[in-house]
């Protein structure tokens, strides 16, 4: 079936062969390889998961426009292949940028960017300055992109009050019978209410300009050259949407400046490390800084914090509902990854006013 998929995309030489590639968790991935007159060329085959994105037309316009805008930044810098070095589509033979087969399944085809590498951890400071960097890049390589020629494919992706609202629902409701052993966590989240409308209430008074954002920056989205280490693109574009930088900024930091990462079996060792933090900063302004207003500046730091009480909300609220969203491990395991983004909500607040330190003077 796979290369009877395969031959109607528009790729030159003949096929070799396909197999599954990748650890992602959302969509299928297969790595093919076609003999083009004697040189071996890889390509990435998709086939879209129409249970997450129940709007795949919308989501592959938005790809298209992406990337398109992209790959034309590239060629006026001066980017001599500028598909070596970002994700392109392949169109299909009748020229369209995705494949609808007989069973009504989506499939996309991408250049395969041979020289790039990921990895779902930050290595080190070098590795944390170029997930920065990739984030603020990507970010500038869109700036000019109006974010009205997007489709809002996960209307509230990241609205904070959406999901606080969720969780006090799952608390009223108490389907699970778990609230009254989650008295400090609930405890937590009740202190810090106001936190989950710090930046929706800003977009909603025009003092934060939309713009066109990846909205999952983790660190396995983030490619990187595989000899030099430096930035190459961002992947897993199936997010991209208006939005505010914030949104990639602070979800980038929480997930790159934690050691721990979020399952920490070890609260204590849970803690924002300010020289990742640092690193993640300055690859990120160097990039972006020059088209950020001096507002959207000043509340990067708060962007981490709101971000990290987002998926902490989203943590014990499912856990609270009985674990119905979220893959567990074990019966607690939602109890736990909340309790590890509330350790690290800690930890951003006593570093707060370092990080602004850091951002705003720095």
Not at 295 to 313: A, D, M, R, W
Request: charged share 20%; with cysteine; aromatic share 10%.
């Amino acid at each position: 079936m796979l290369e009877t998929i395969i031959a109607q995309f528009a790729i030159p030489g003949s096929f070799i062969i396909a197999g599954p590639f990748g650890s992602g968790l959302i969509n299928d991935t297969y790595l093919c390889e076609f003999d083009d007159g004697g040189k071996r060329r890889k390509f990435i085959l998709q086939r879209i998961n129409t249970t997450v994105f129940t709007h795949p037309e919308q989501v592959m316009r938005n790809v298209e426009t992406v990337t398109t805008h992209m790959v034309k930044r590239l060629s006026a810098e001066g980017i001599v292949d500028p598909y070596a070095i970002t994700p392109a589509l392949i169109n299909t033979r009748s020229g369209r940028s995705f494949l609808v087969d007989d069973n009504g399944a989506y499939w996309r085809m991408f250049h395969f960017i041979e020289s790039g590498i990921v990895f779902d951890t930050v290595l080190d400071r070098k590795h944390a300055y170029e997930v920065g960097r990739c984030v603020g890049r990507f970010q500038s390589l869109v700036s000019g992109l109006s974010p009205d020629l997007l489709h809002d494919t996960i209307p509230g992706f990241h609205y904070t009050p959406k999901y606080l609202a969720a969780y006090d629902d799952a608390v009223n409701a108490d389907a699970g019978g778990r609230v009254a052993g989650t008295g400090p966590e609930i405890a937590f989240v009740f202190k810090r209410r106001r936190l989950a409308a710090r930046l929706t209430d800003l977009i909603a008074s025009n003092e934060l300009p939309l713009r066109v954002v990846h909205n999952d920056p983790k660190v396995n989205n983030i490619m990187v050259n595989k000899e030099s280490g430096e930035a190459l693109c961002m992947l897993d574009l199936d997010t991209v949407m208006p939005g505010i930088v914030h949104f990639d900024f602070g979800d980038c930091v929480r997930s790159a400046a934690n050691p721990a990462g979020e399952n920490a079996l070890d609260l204590g060792s849970v803690n924002l490390d300010m020289t990742l933090f640092q690193a993640i900063a300055e690859g990120y302004l160097r990039e972006a800084g020059a088209f950020l207003t001096r507002k959207e500046v000043e509340l990067l730091p708060q962007s981490v914090k709101v971000i990290t009480f987002e998926l902490g909300l989203r943590f014990l609220a499912d856990y609270l509902r009985g674990d119905t969203y979220f893959k567990i491990r074990y019966p607690s395991h939602n109890l736990h990854r909340a309790r590890v983004q509330f350790k690290l909500i800690e930890g951003i607040e006593s570093a707060e006013e370092q990080m602004t330190s850091f951002l705003v003077q720095g």
